[in-house]
């Protein structure tokens, strides 16, 4: 048995959801309801560790705060999948597909960036008449204007783990084994 997490899922993930047939015909029954039960507990034990919305970056080595209103984009929405490779269920926070320019390794993802640290190159734009000083993040899907101004800065992220702790606390809680233990007991004495 083997639970990991993996920001860097290639394909639909909905394609490996333990609801799906190629993934019932690929594990036994036992495997399928354990695997999906550690998914379950690791993915709840994540999301009870984000702080509810607030403003502002919260302490580094804390769990990160939820700055969006969309019930999808967040990352409390964390979704769980078996991995045929690793034999083994991945969780992880979806729906976030921007990816962060960063110095240290190219296309990171925002919970990658939260779960682990880095710098990212931020892109921002202001109006060249404001009067404000304001810079505001710059979104690269559109055309650069002759009316604004543009400038990149790097930013560097404290981590603020929650997918790695909220495993590391199933295991200790114990849940994790015990799963395990109560499927092979409930197969010894069938």
Known sequence: MSATFDFSINGSIKDFFFDRRRVQEALTAAEKKNLSLIGSYIRQ???????????????????????????????????????????AVIVGPVGLRKRVDTTEIANQTVPQILEF?????????????????????????????????YRTRTASYAPRPFMSVALKQEIAAGTIKNVWRASVTAGATA
């Open 45 to 87: 034990r994540a999301r009870t560790r984000i702080l509810r919305r607030r403003k502002g970056a919260s302490d580094p080595l804390s769990p990160p705060h939820v700055h969006s209103q969309d019930s999808v984009r967040n990352l409390k929405n964390i979704l769980f999948a078996y991995d045929p490779n690793l034999h």
């Open 117 to 149: 640290g880095g710098v990212a190159v931020i892109h921002e734009e202001r109006y060249k008449r404001s009067t404000k000083t304001v810079w505001y993040r710059r979104d690269d899907r559109t055309k650069v204007e002759e009316s604004k101004e």
